[in-house]
T-cell receptor, first 116, second 111 residues
Framework: GAGVSQSPSNKVTEKGKDVELRCDPI?????LYWYRQSLGQGLEFLIY????????KSGLPSDRFSAERTGGSVSTLTIQRTQQEDSAVYLC??????????????FGPGTRLLVL | GDSVTQMEGPVTLSEEAFLTINCTYT??????LFWYVQYPGEGLQLLLK?????DKGSNKGFEATYRKETTSFHLEKGSVQVSDSAVYFC??????????FGQGTELSVKP
């Protein structure tokens, strides 16, 4: 089946604008993750959704960042009042979900965000 | 907290050379360990994984052994190809759902 898809693939915005990034996980995967890949910071965890449980938001860098997952499937990451330091590649991943150490996360191609 | 440290790149090798990319970790409990690869212009792909001590993960000629005594998960390949040029990320999965990544090591293989 299809892998994880993300849109847009590239986004250029002006400082202070809001942006929305979308992720479609693999069908049947109940766990969904957002990461950020930036120069100098490597790959950072942002937020994790597992089924209907409250998301783990511990990696969100500020209150300008938020994410939601509707109907247990598609997720949207929103960045309000973007700053230049938000420029990065935003990666979404999904996995089957559930507990245990066998989890393999499958990554989408990412959204490259550039804040001017 | 949990962390992963991997050797800094870039690493430049000639085709058919032996590859080692070092990875060590700090974690409580018994994490699972992964190597992900990112080819130029592509997304992250799982390369191999190991879920318990002494397990060996292998794929596409790459191998890594989960060494709990040295908290290491070094990536090796006996004979690299130009097509192996990519960025390699070591990662661990512990409780809580998230992967914790190393900084990534860029590998460049010259013909």
């Amino acid at each position: 089946g299809a892998g994880v898809s993300q849109s847009p693939s590239n986004k250029v915005t002006e400082k202070g604008k809001d942006v929305e990034l979308r992720c479609d996980p693999i069908s049947g995967h109940t766990a969904l993750y957002w990461y950020r890949q930036s120069l100098g910071q490597g790959l950072e965890f942002l937020i994790y959704f597992q089924g209907n449980s409250a998301p783990d938001k511990s990696g969100l860098p500020s209150d300008r960042f938020s994410a939601e997952r509707t109907g247990g499937s598609v997720s949207t990451l929103t960045i309000q009042r973007t700053q230049q330091e938000d420029s990065a590649v935003y990666l979404c991943a999904s996995s089957l979900g559930g507990s245990g150490s066998m989890e393999t996360q499958y990554f989408g191609p990412g959204t490259r965000l550039l804040v001017l | 907290g949990d962390s992963v440290t991997q050797m800094e790149g870039p690493v430049t090798l000639s085709e058919e050379a032996f590859l080692t990319i070092n990875c060590t970790y700090t974690a409580t409990g018994y994490p699972s360990l992964f190597w992900y690869v990112q080819y130029p212009g592509e997304g992250l792909q799982l390369l191999l994984k190991a879920t318990k001590a002494d397990d060996k993960g292998s794929n596409k000629g790459f191998e890594a052994t989960y060494r709990k005594e040295t908290t290491s998960f070094h990536l090796e390949k006996g004979s690299v190809q130009v097509s192996d040029s990519a960025v390699y990320f070591c990662a661990l999965y512990n409780q809580g759902g998230k992967l914790i990544f190393g900084q990534g090591t860029e590998l460049s293989v010259k013909p």
